[in-house]
């Protein structure tokens, strides 16, 4: 169903019953039959699989499976249109190859046996839709020119009673499924109390799906609340929200004209591994602005920031001082106090290696004033909501409490080895022992000013892109490549979390052999 991407992973009765329940396997068996002209023979074996993390974090395709290791079939339900299927397909199948294929066989000069991909929407929303209609990836490229390189194809069918596809009468618990869920949409719309009871009550009493609702009634019900209630949210939510823009529409217009004489934005972009000069930042002198926002440490470059040079600026132009010093936090010195920072936030990853899930936002007297001045228009970043709560200990949401404990026990490590500044110069070291080590590598550091989080490589021999991958396929170490035009130039090494000169070695002697094997 569209719209699932930005929720918590919940089951439908789709997925219930083509994926978990005791008599899934047989309803894939049933489907895949029906799809195809030739039944699958006698023992088969079908492995089921959800893919993860394709479109958002906590996502996952409706259902999968492996048929023999022969074909893989891919299927989603939908309740409302969506011609991306074929964009989300290349996702899935993407990721699962990536599973199915060890990572070896990927440097393998011989070709690599792939099971088929086979990609299908079952559609039965409200809208008027086509009975069959074969979705194209190519349909979306914005040069339409000869045979297209890549192609992938997702037949969506239209299982609605009133539309009598072929598949129904093939596949018997896909049109009992069918069925059932015209019934629930009739008692919907019909107002009637406990919708869902009835629906799951009449369908017993006429076969439909019987076993399955008698065995799972309460629990088809709670799928059916989390789908439907789901989907009457986002549409109230987007009626809300189409309001609410009209009214901030009129008043945006009034205000617009001042708004441009008195407010401005200025986004300073370096040049890739330059850190930011005083001559710089001397022409945004008393210039009228409000804020200033800074990353402490460019982790894509691992640049870091003078902060008593911009300390010293924002104290001269009275701006509102927030910095973002998640990957740099005990990794490099930092008194917010003495810099006058008015808002830092990090987070529970990086060298405080606790598992993300975590933002932690810390504020002067300044900022708490100013939060308790401003009316909040985002639910979750309503600070002032955020400060209510922690008087009497508690959080506006649900918190991450797994992740709260391990940072309780990691800040209580820190503590008994020394302190803030005896994990600050335990990271410097490992940095500077790396760094050291590197100077007789085919490697060329490209930042001006670096933290002591990370080093920045330019391989000046191959790909660092490749060596990434090599480094983790062959060695099994892990760096940290970059992504967009810097994904051939520059890797990263952190030095963060639980390292140790003893892993620098380890990771020097990989690139070493590497290099006495002509790869770097």
Known sequence: MAGKENREIKNSVFVDLFYEDESAEANEIALF????????????????????????????????????????????????????MP?????????????????????????VPLPTPEFYTFYNGKEKWEKEKELRLSDAYIVKDGEPSLELKVKVINIRPEEHHEILEKCQVLKEYSQFMEIVQNYQISGEEEPYKKAIKECIEKGILADYLMRKGSEVVNMLLDEYDYETDIEVQREEAREE???????????QGTLQKTCALIQK?????????????????????????????????GVYYDMDMISEFCKRNKLFLIVDAISSFLADPFDMKKLNVDVMITGSQKALACPPGISIIVMSENAIKRVEQ????????????????????????????GILRQINCRLKEI?????????????????EDFRSKIQQLPFEIVSDNMSN???????????????????????????????????????????????????????IEALKDMQDRGLI
């Open 33 to 84: 039959n029906a799809i195809h002209d030739e039944p699958l023979p006698e023992g088969t074996k079908i492995r089921r699989f959800r893919v993860d993390n394709t479109i958002y974090m906590n996502f996952q395709n409706d259902i999968s499976f492996d048929a023999g290791g022969k074909v893989i079939v891919f299927g989603e339900h939908q309740s409302t249109i969506n011609e991306n």
């Open 87 to 111: 964009l989300r397909s290349l996702l899935y199948i993407g990721r699962a190859y990536e599973r199915l294929v060890p990572p070896r066989s990927r440097y393998k000069k011989k070709i």
């Open 245 to 255: 823009g009209r009214k901030q529409g009129e008043e945006e217009g009034r205000r």
């Open 269 to 301: 972009k370096l040049e890739t591994g330059k850190t930011l000069t005083s001559t710089e930042l001397e022409k945004y002198n008393c210039k009228e602005y409000s804020a200033f926002i800074v990353n402490v440490h460019e982790t894509s470059t």
């Open 374 to 401: 401003i009316n909040a228009k985002c639910l979750y970043l309503n600070l002032k909501a955020a400060l209510k709560n922690a008087e009497r200990g508690q959080t506006p949401f649900t918190p991450a409490v």
């Open 415 to 431: 503590k008994k080895e020394g302190g803030v500044q005896k994990e600050t110069e335990k990271i410097s070291k490992i940095a």
């Open 453 to 507: 989080a990370v080093t920045p490589l330019h391989p000046t021999s191959a790909s660092a892109y490749d060596i990434f991958m090599m480094l983790k396929d062959e060695y099994g170490i892990w760096v940290c490549p970059n992504g967009g035009k810097l994904k051939d130039d520059v890797f990263r090494v952190g030095h963060i979390g639980n390292l140790s000169v003893e892993d620098n070695n380890k990771l």
